[in-house]
């Protein structure tokens, strides 16, 4: 416990004098470094959980939350898996898909084409809210009429319109194991846009039945995707299924774009300890602080010392000392980094009417504004580690003070 006079006197020492200004203004820097240390760091870490957001929301609009389909990779009697699946609860809808890669040309321009084939019926209820179409609608996407929506960039690649006309090189796997080229003709009934390159350079849909005669799969299709209610739910509602549903394999989201995701936790991590050294340095400010606080004052020491104060006494006073620096600088840093992060979508906007310049145009990035998400628990975790990190940094001054020798100090006084 600490005593009133440890207190006293460890505040009394955050008071400066004439002759020690100079100590107290690298108190004052140490402050500000840690605060601005912490507050960066909030800052930072809540505007790649936006762009990580956005990121995952991107990718999902057209993409499924998880996967179901047959242990020889073809969903037999679909419908009815459809029904179970959309019955797990924490599912919101599921549909099926005819999956297949191929070449699409129009003229002489050839591209490589994801193509995804879905039931309009069941695919409005599962991404419908989330396709933003710029022309035309999923209903057009009607069995046998050899309709096909493109995304954006894989439109403009083409050089083609509504109504235009593109062919499909799609390999159609024979008993042999050998691949036969189909081609097929299909109309542009549509164009759609997710702002992720991934999808609209290289994305189109038609119909489920026209895909599936195309693989010359019948009735059947690759696999039921679903949507669950809490995005970061399906990896578990994945296992679930297979669990329960038996004789099927699933997949989901957090496995079909773990390269994205595992890239931005090690952006975030990198950014984390490069903004963490601030808050080192400012650290390392409060010890060599305390340590002329304590070169200072080593004859109040030495007073304090024969009036008998212990040496764990002199311990607590310097502790005292840093700790209020440290605390007073994390508390600061939180409270200015939760409101920059709260603000952020207004502040970025202000800053460039400010300046006369866009921090992301959009002819560069998707993504034009600056998002931010607020984790508390990344709060909690960064304002934990710097009350500890400069609690920490008040020992070895503490300590030193403490082994001070009263009769040595005060022997030509």
Known sequence: MFSPVELFVGFRYLRAKRRTRFVSFITLISLLGIAVGVAALIVILSVMNGFESELRNRLLSMSAHGYVTGVDGVTNNWRQLVDEVSAEPGIAAAAPLVQMEGMIRSGRKLRAVLVNGIDPAYEKRLSGPWINMLEGDLDALQPDSRAIILGRLLAMDLGVRLGDGVVLLIPRPVGDGTMQPVLER?????????????????????????????????????????????????????RALENRLGNVKSSDWSIEN???????????????LILSLIIGVAAFNIVASLVMV??????????????????????RVFFVQGAVIGWAGVILGVALGVVIAINVPVIAPAIERLLGFQIMPGDVYYVTRIPSELDWAHVATIGIGAFILTSLA???PARRAARINPAVALRYE
């Open 186 to 238: 299909f109309v542009i009934r549509g164009v759609f846009e997710i702002g992720i390159q991934e999808h609209d350079g290289r994305l189109a849909l038609v119909n489920a039945r026209d895909a599936a005669g195309i693989l010359s799969l019948g009735d059947e299709v690759s696999a039921v995707r679903f949507r669950a209610e809490d995005v970061m739910a399906a990896p578990a509602l994945a």
């Open 258 to 272: 773990a390269s994205y995701f595992r890239a931005i936790r090690l952006e975030k991590m990198i950014m984390s």
């Open 294 to 315: 304590v070169t200072d004052k080593t004859n109040d020491i030495a007073i304090l010392r024969t009036l008998g104060m212990g040496t764990s006494g002199v311990v």
């Open 394 to 396: 008040t020992l070895y």
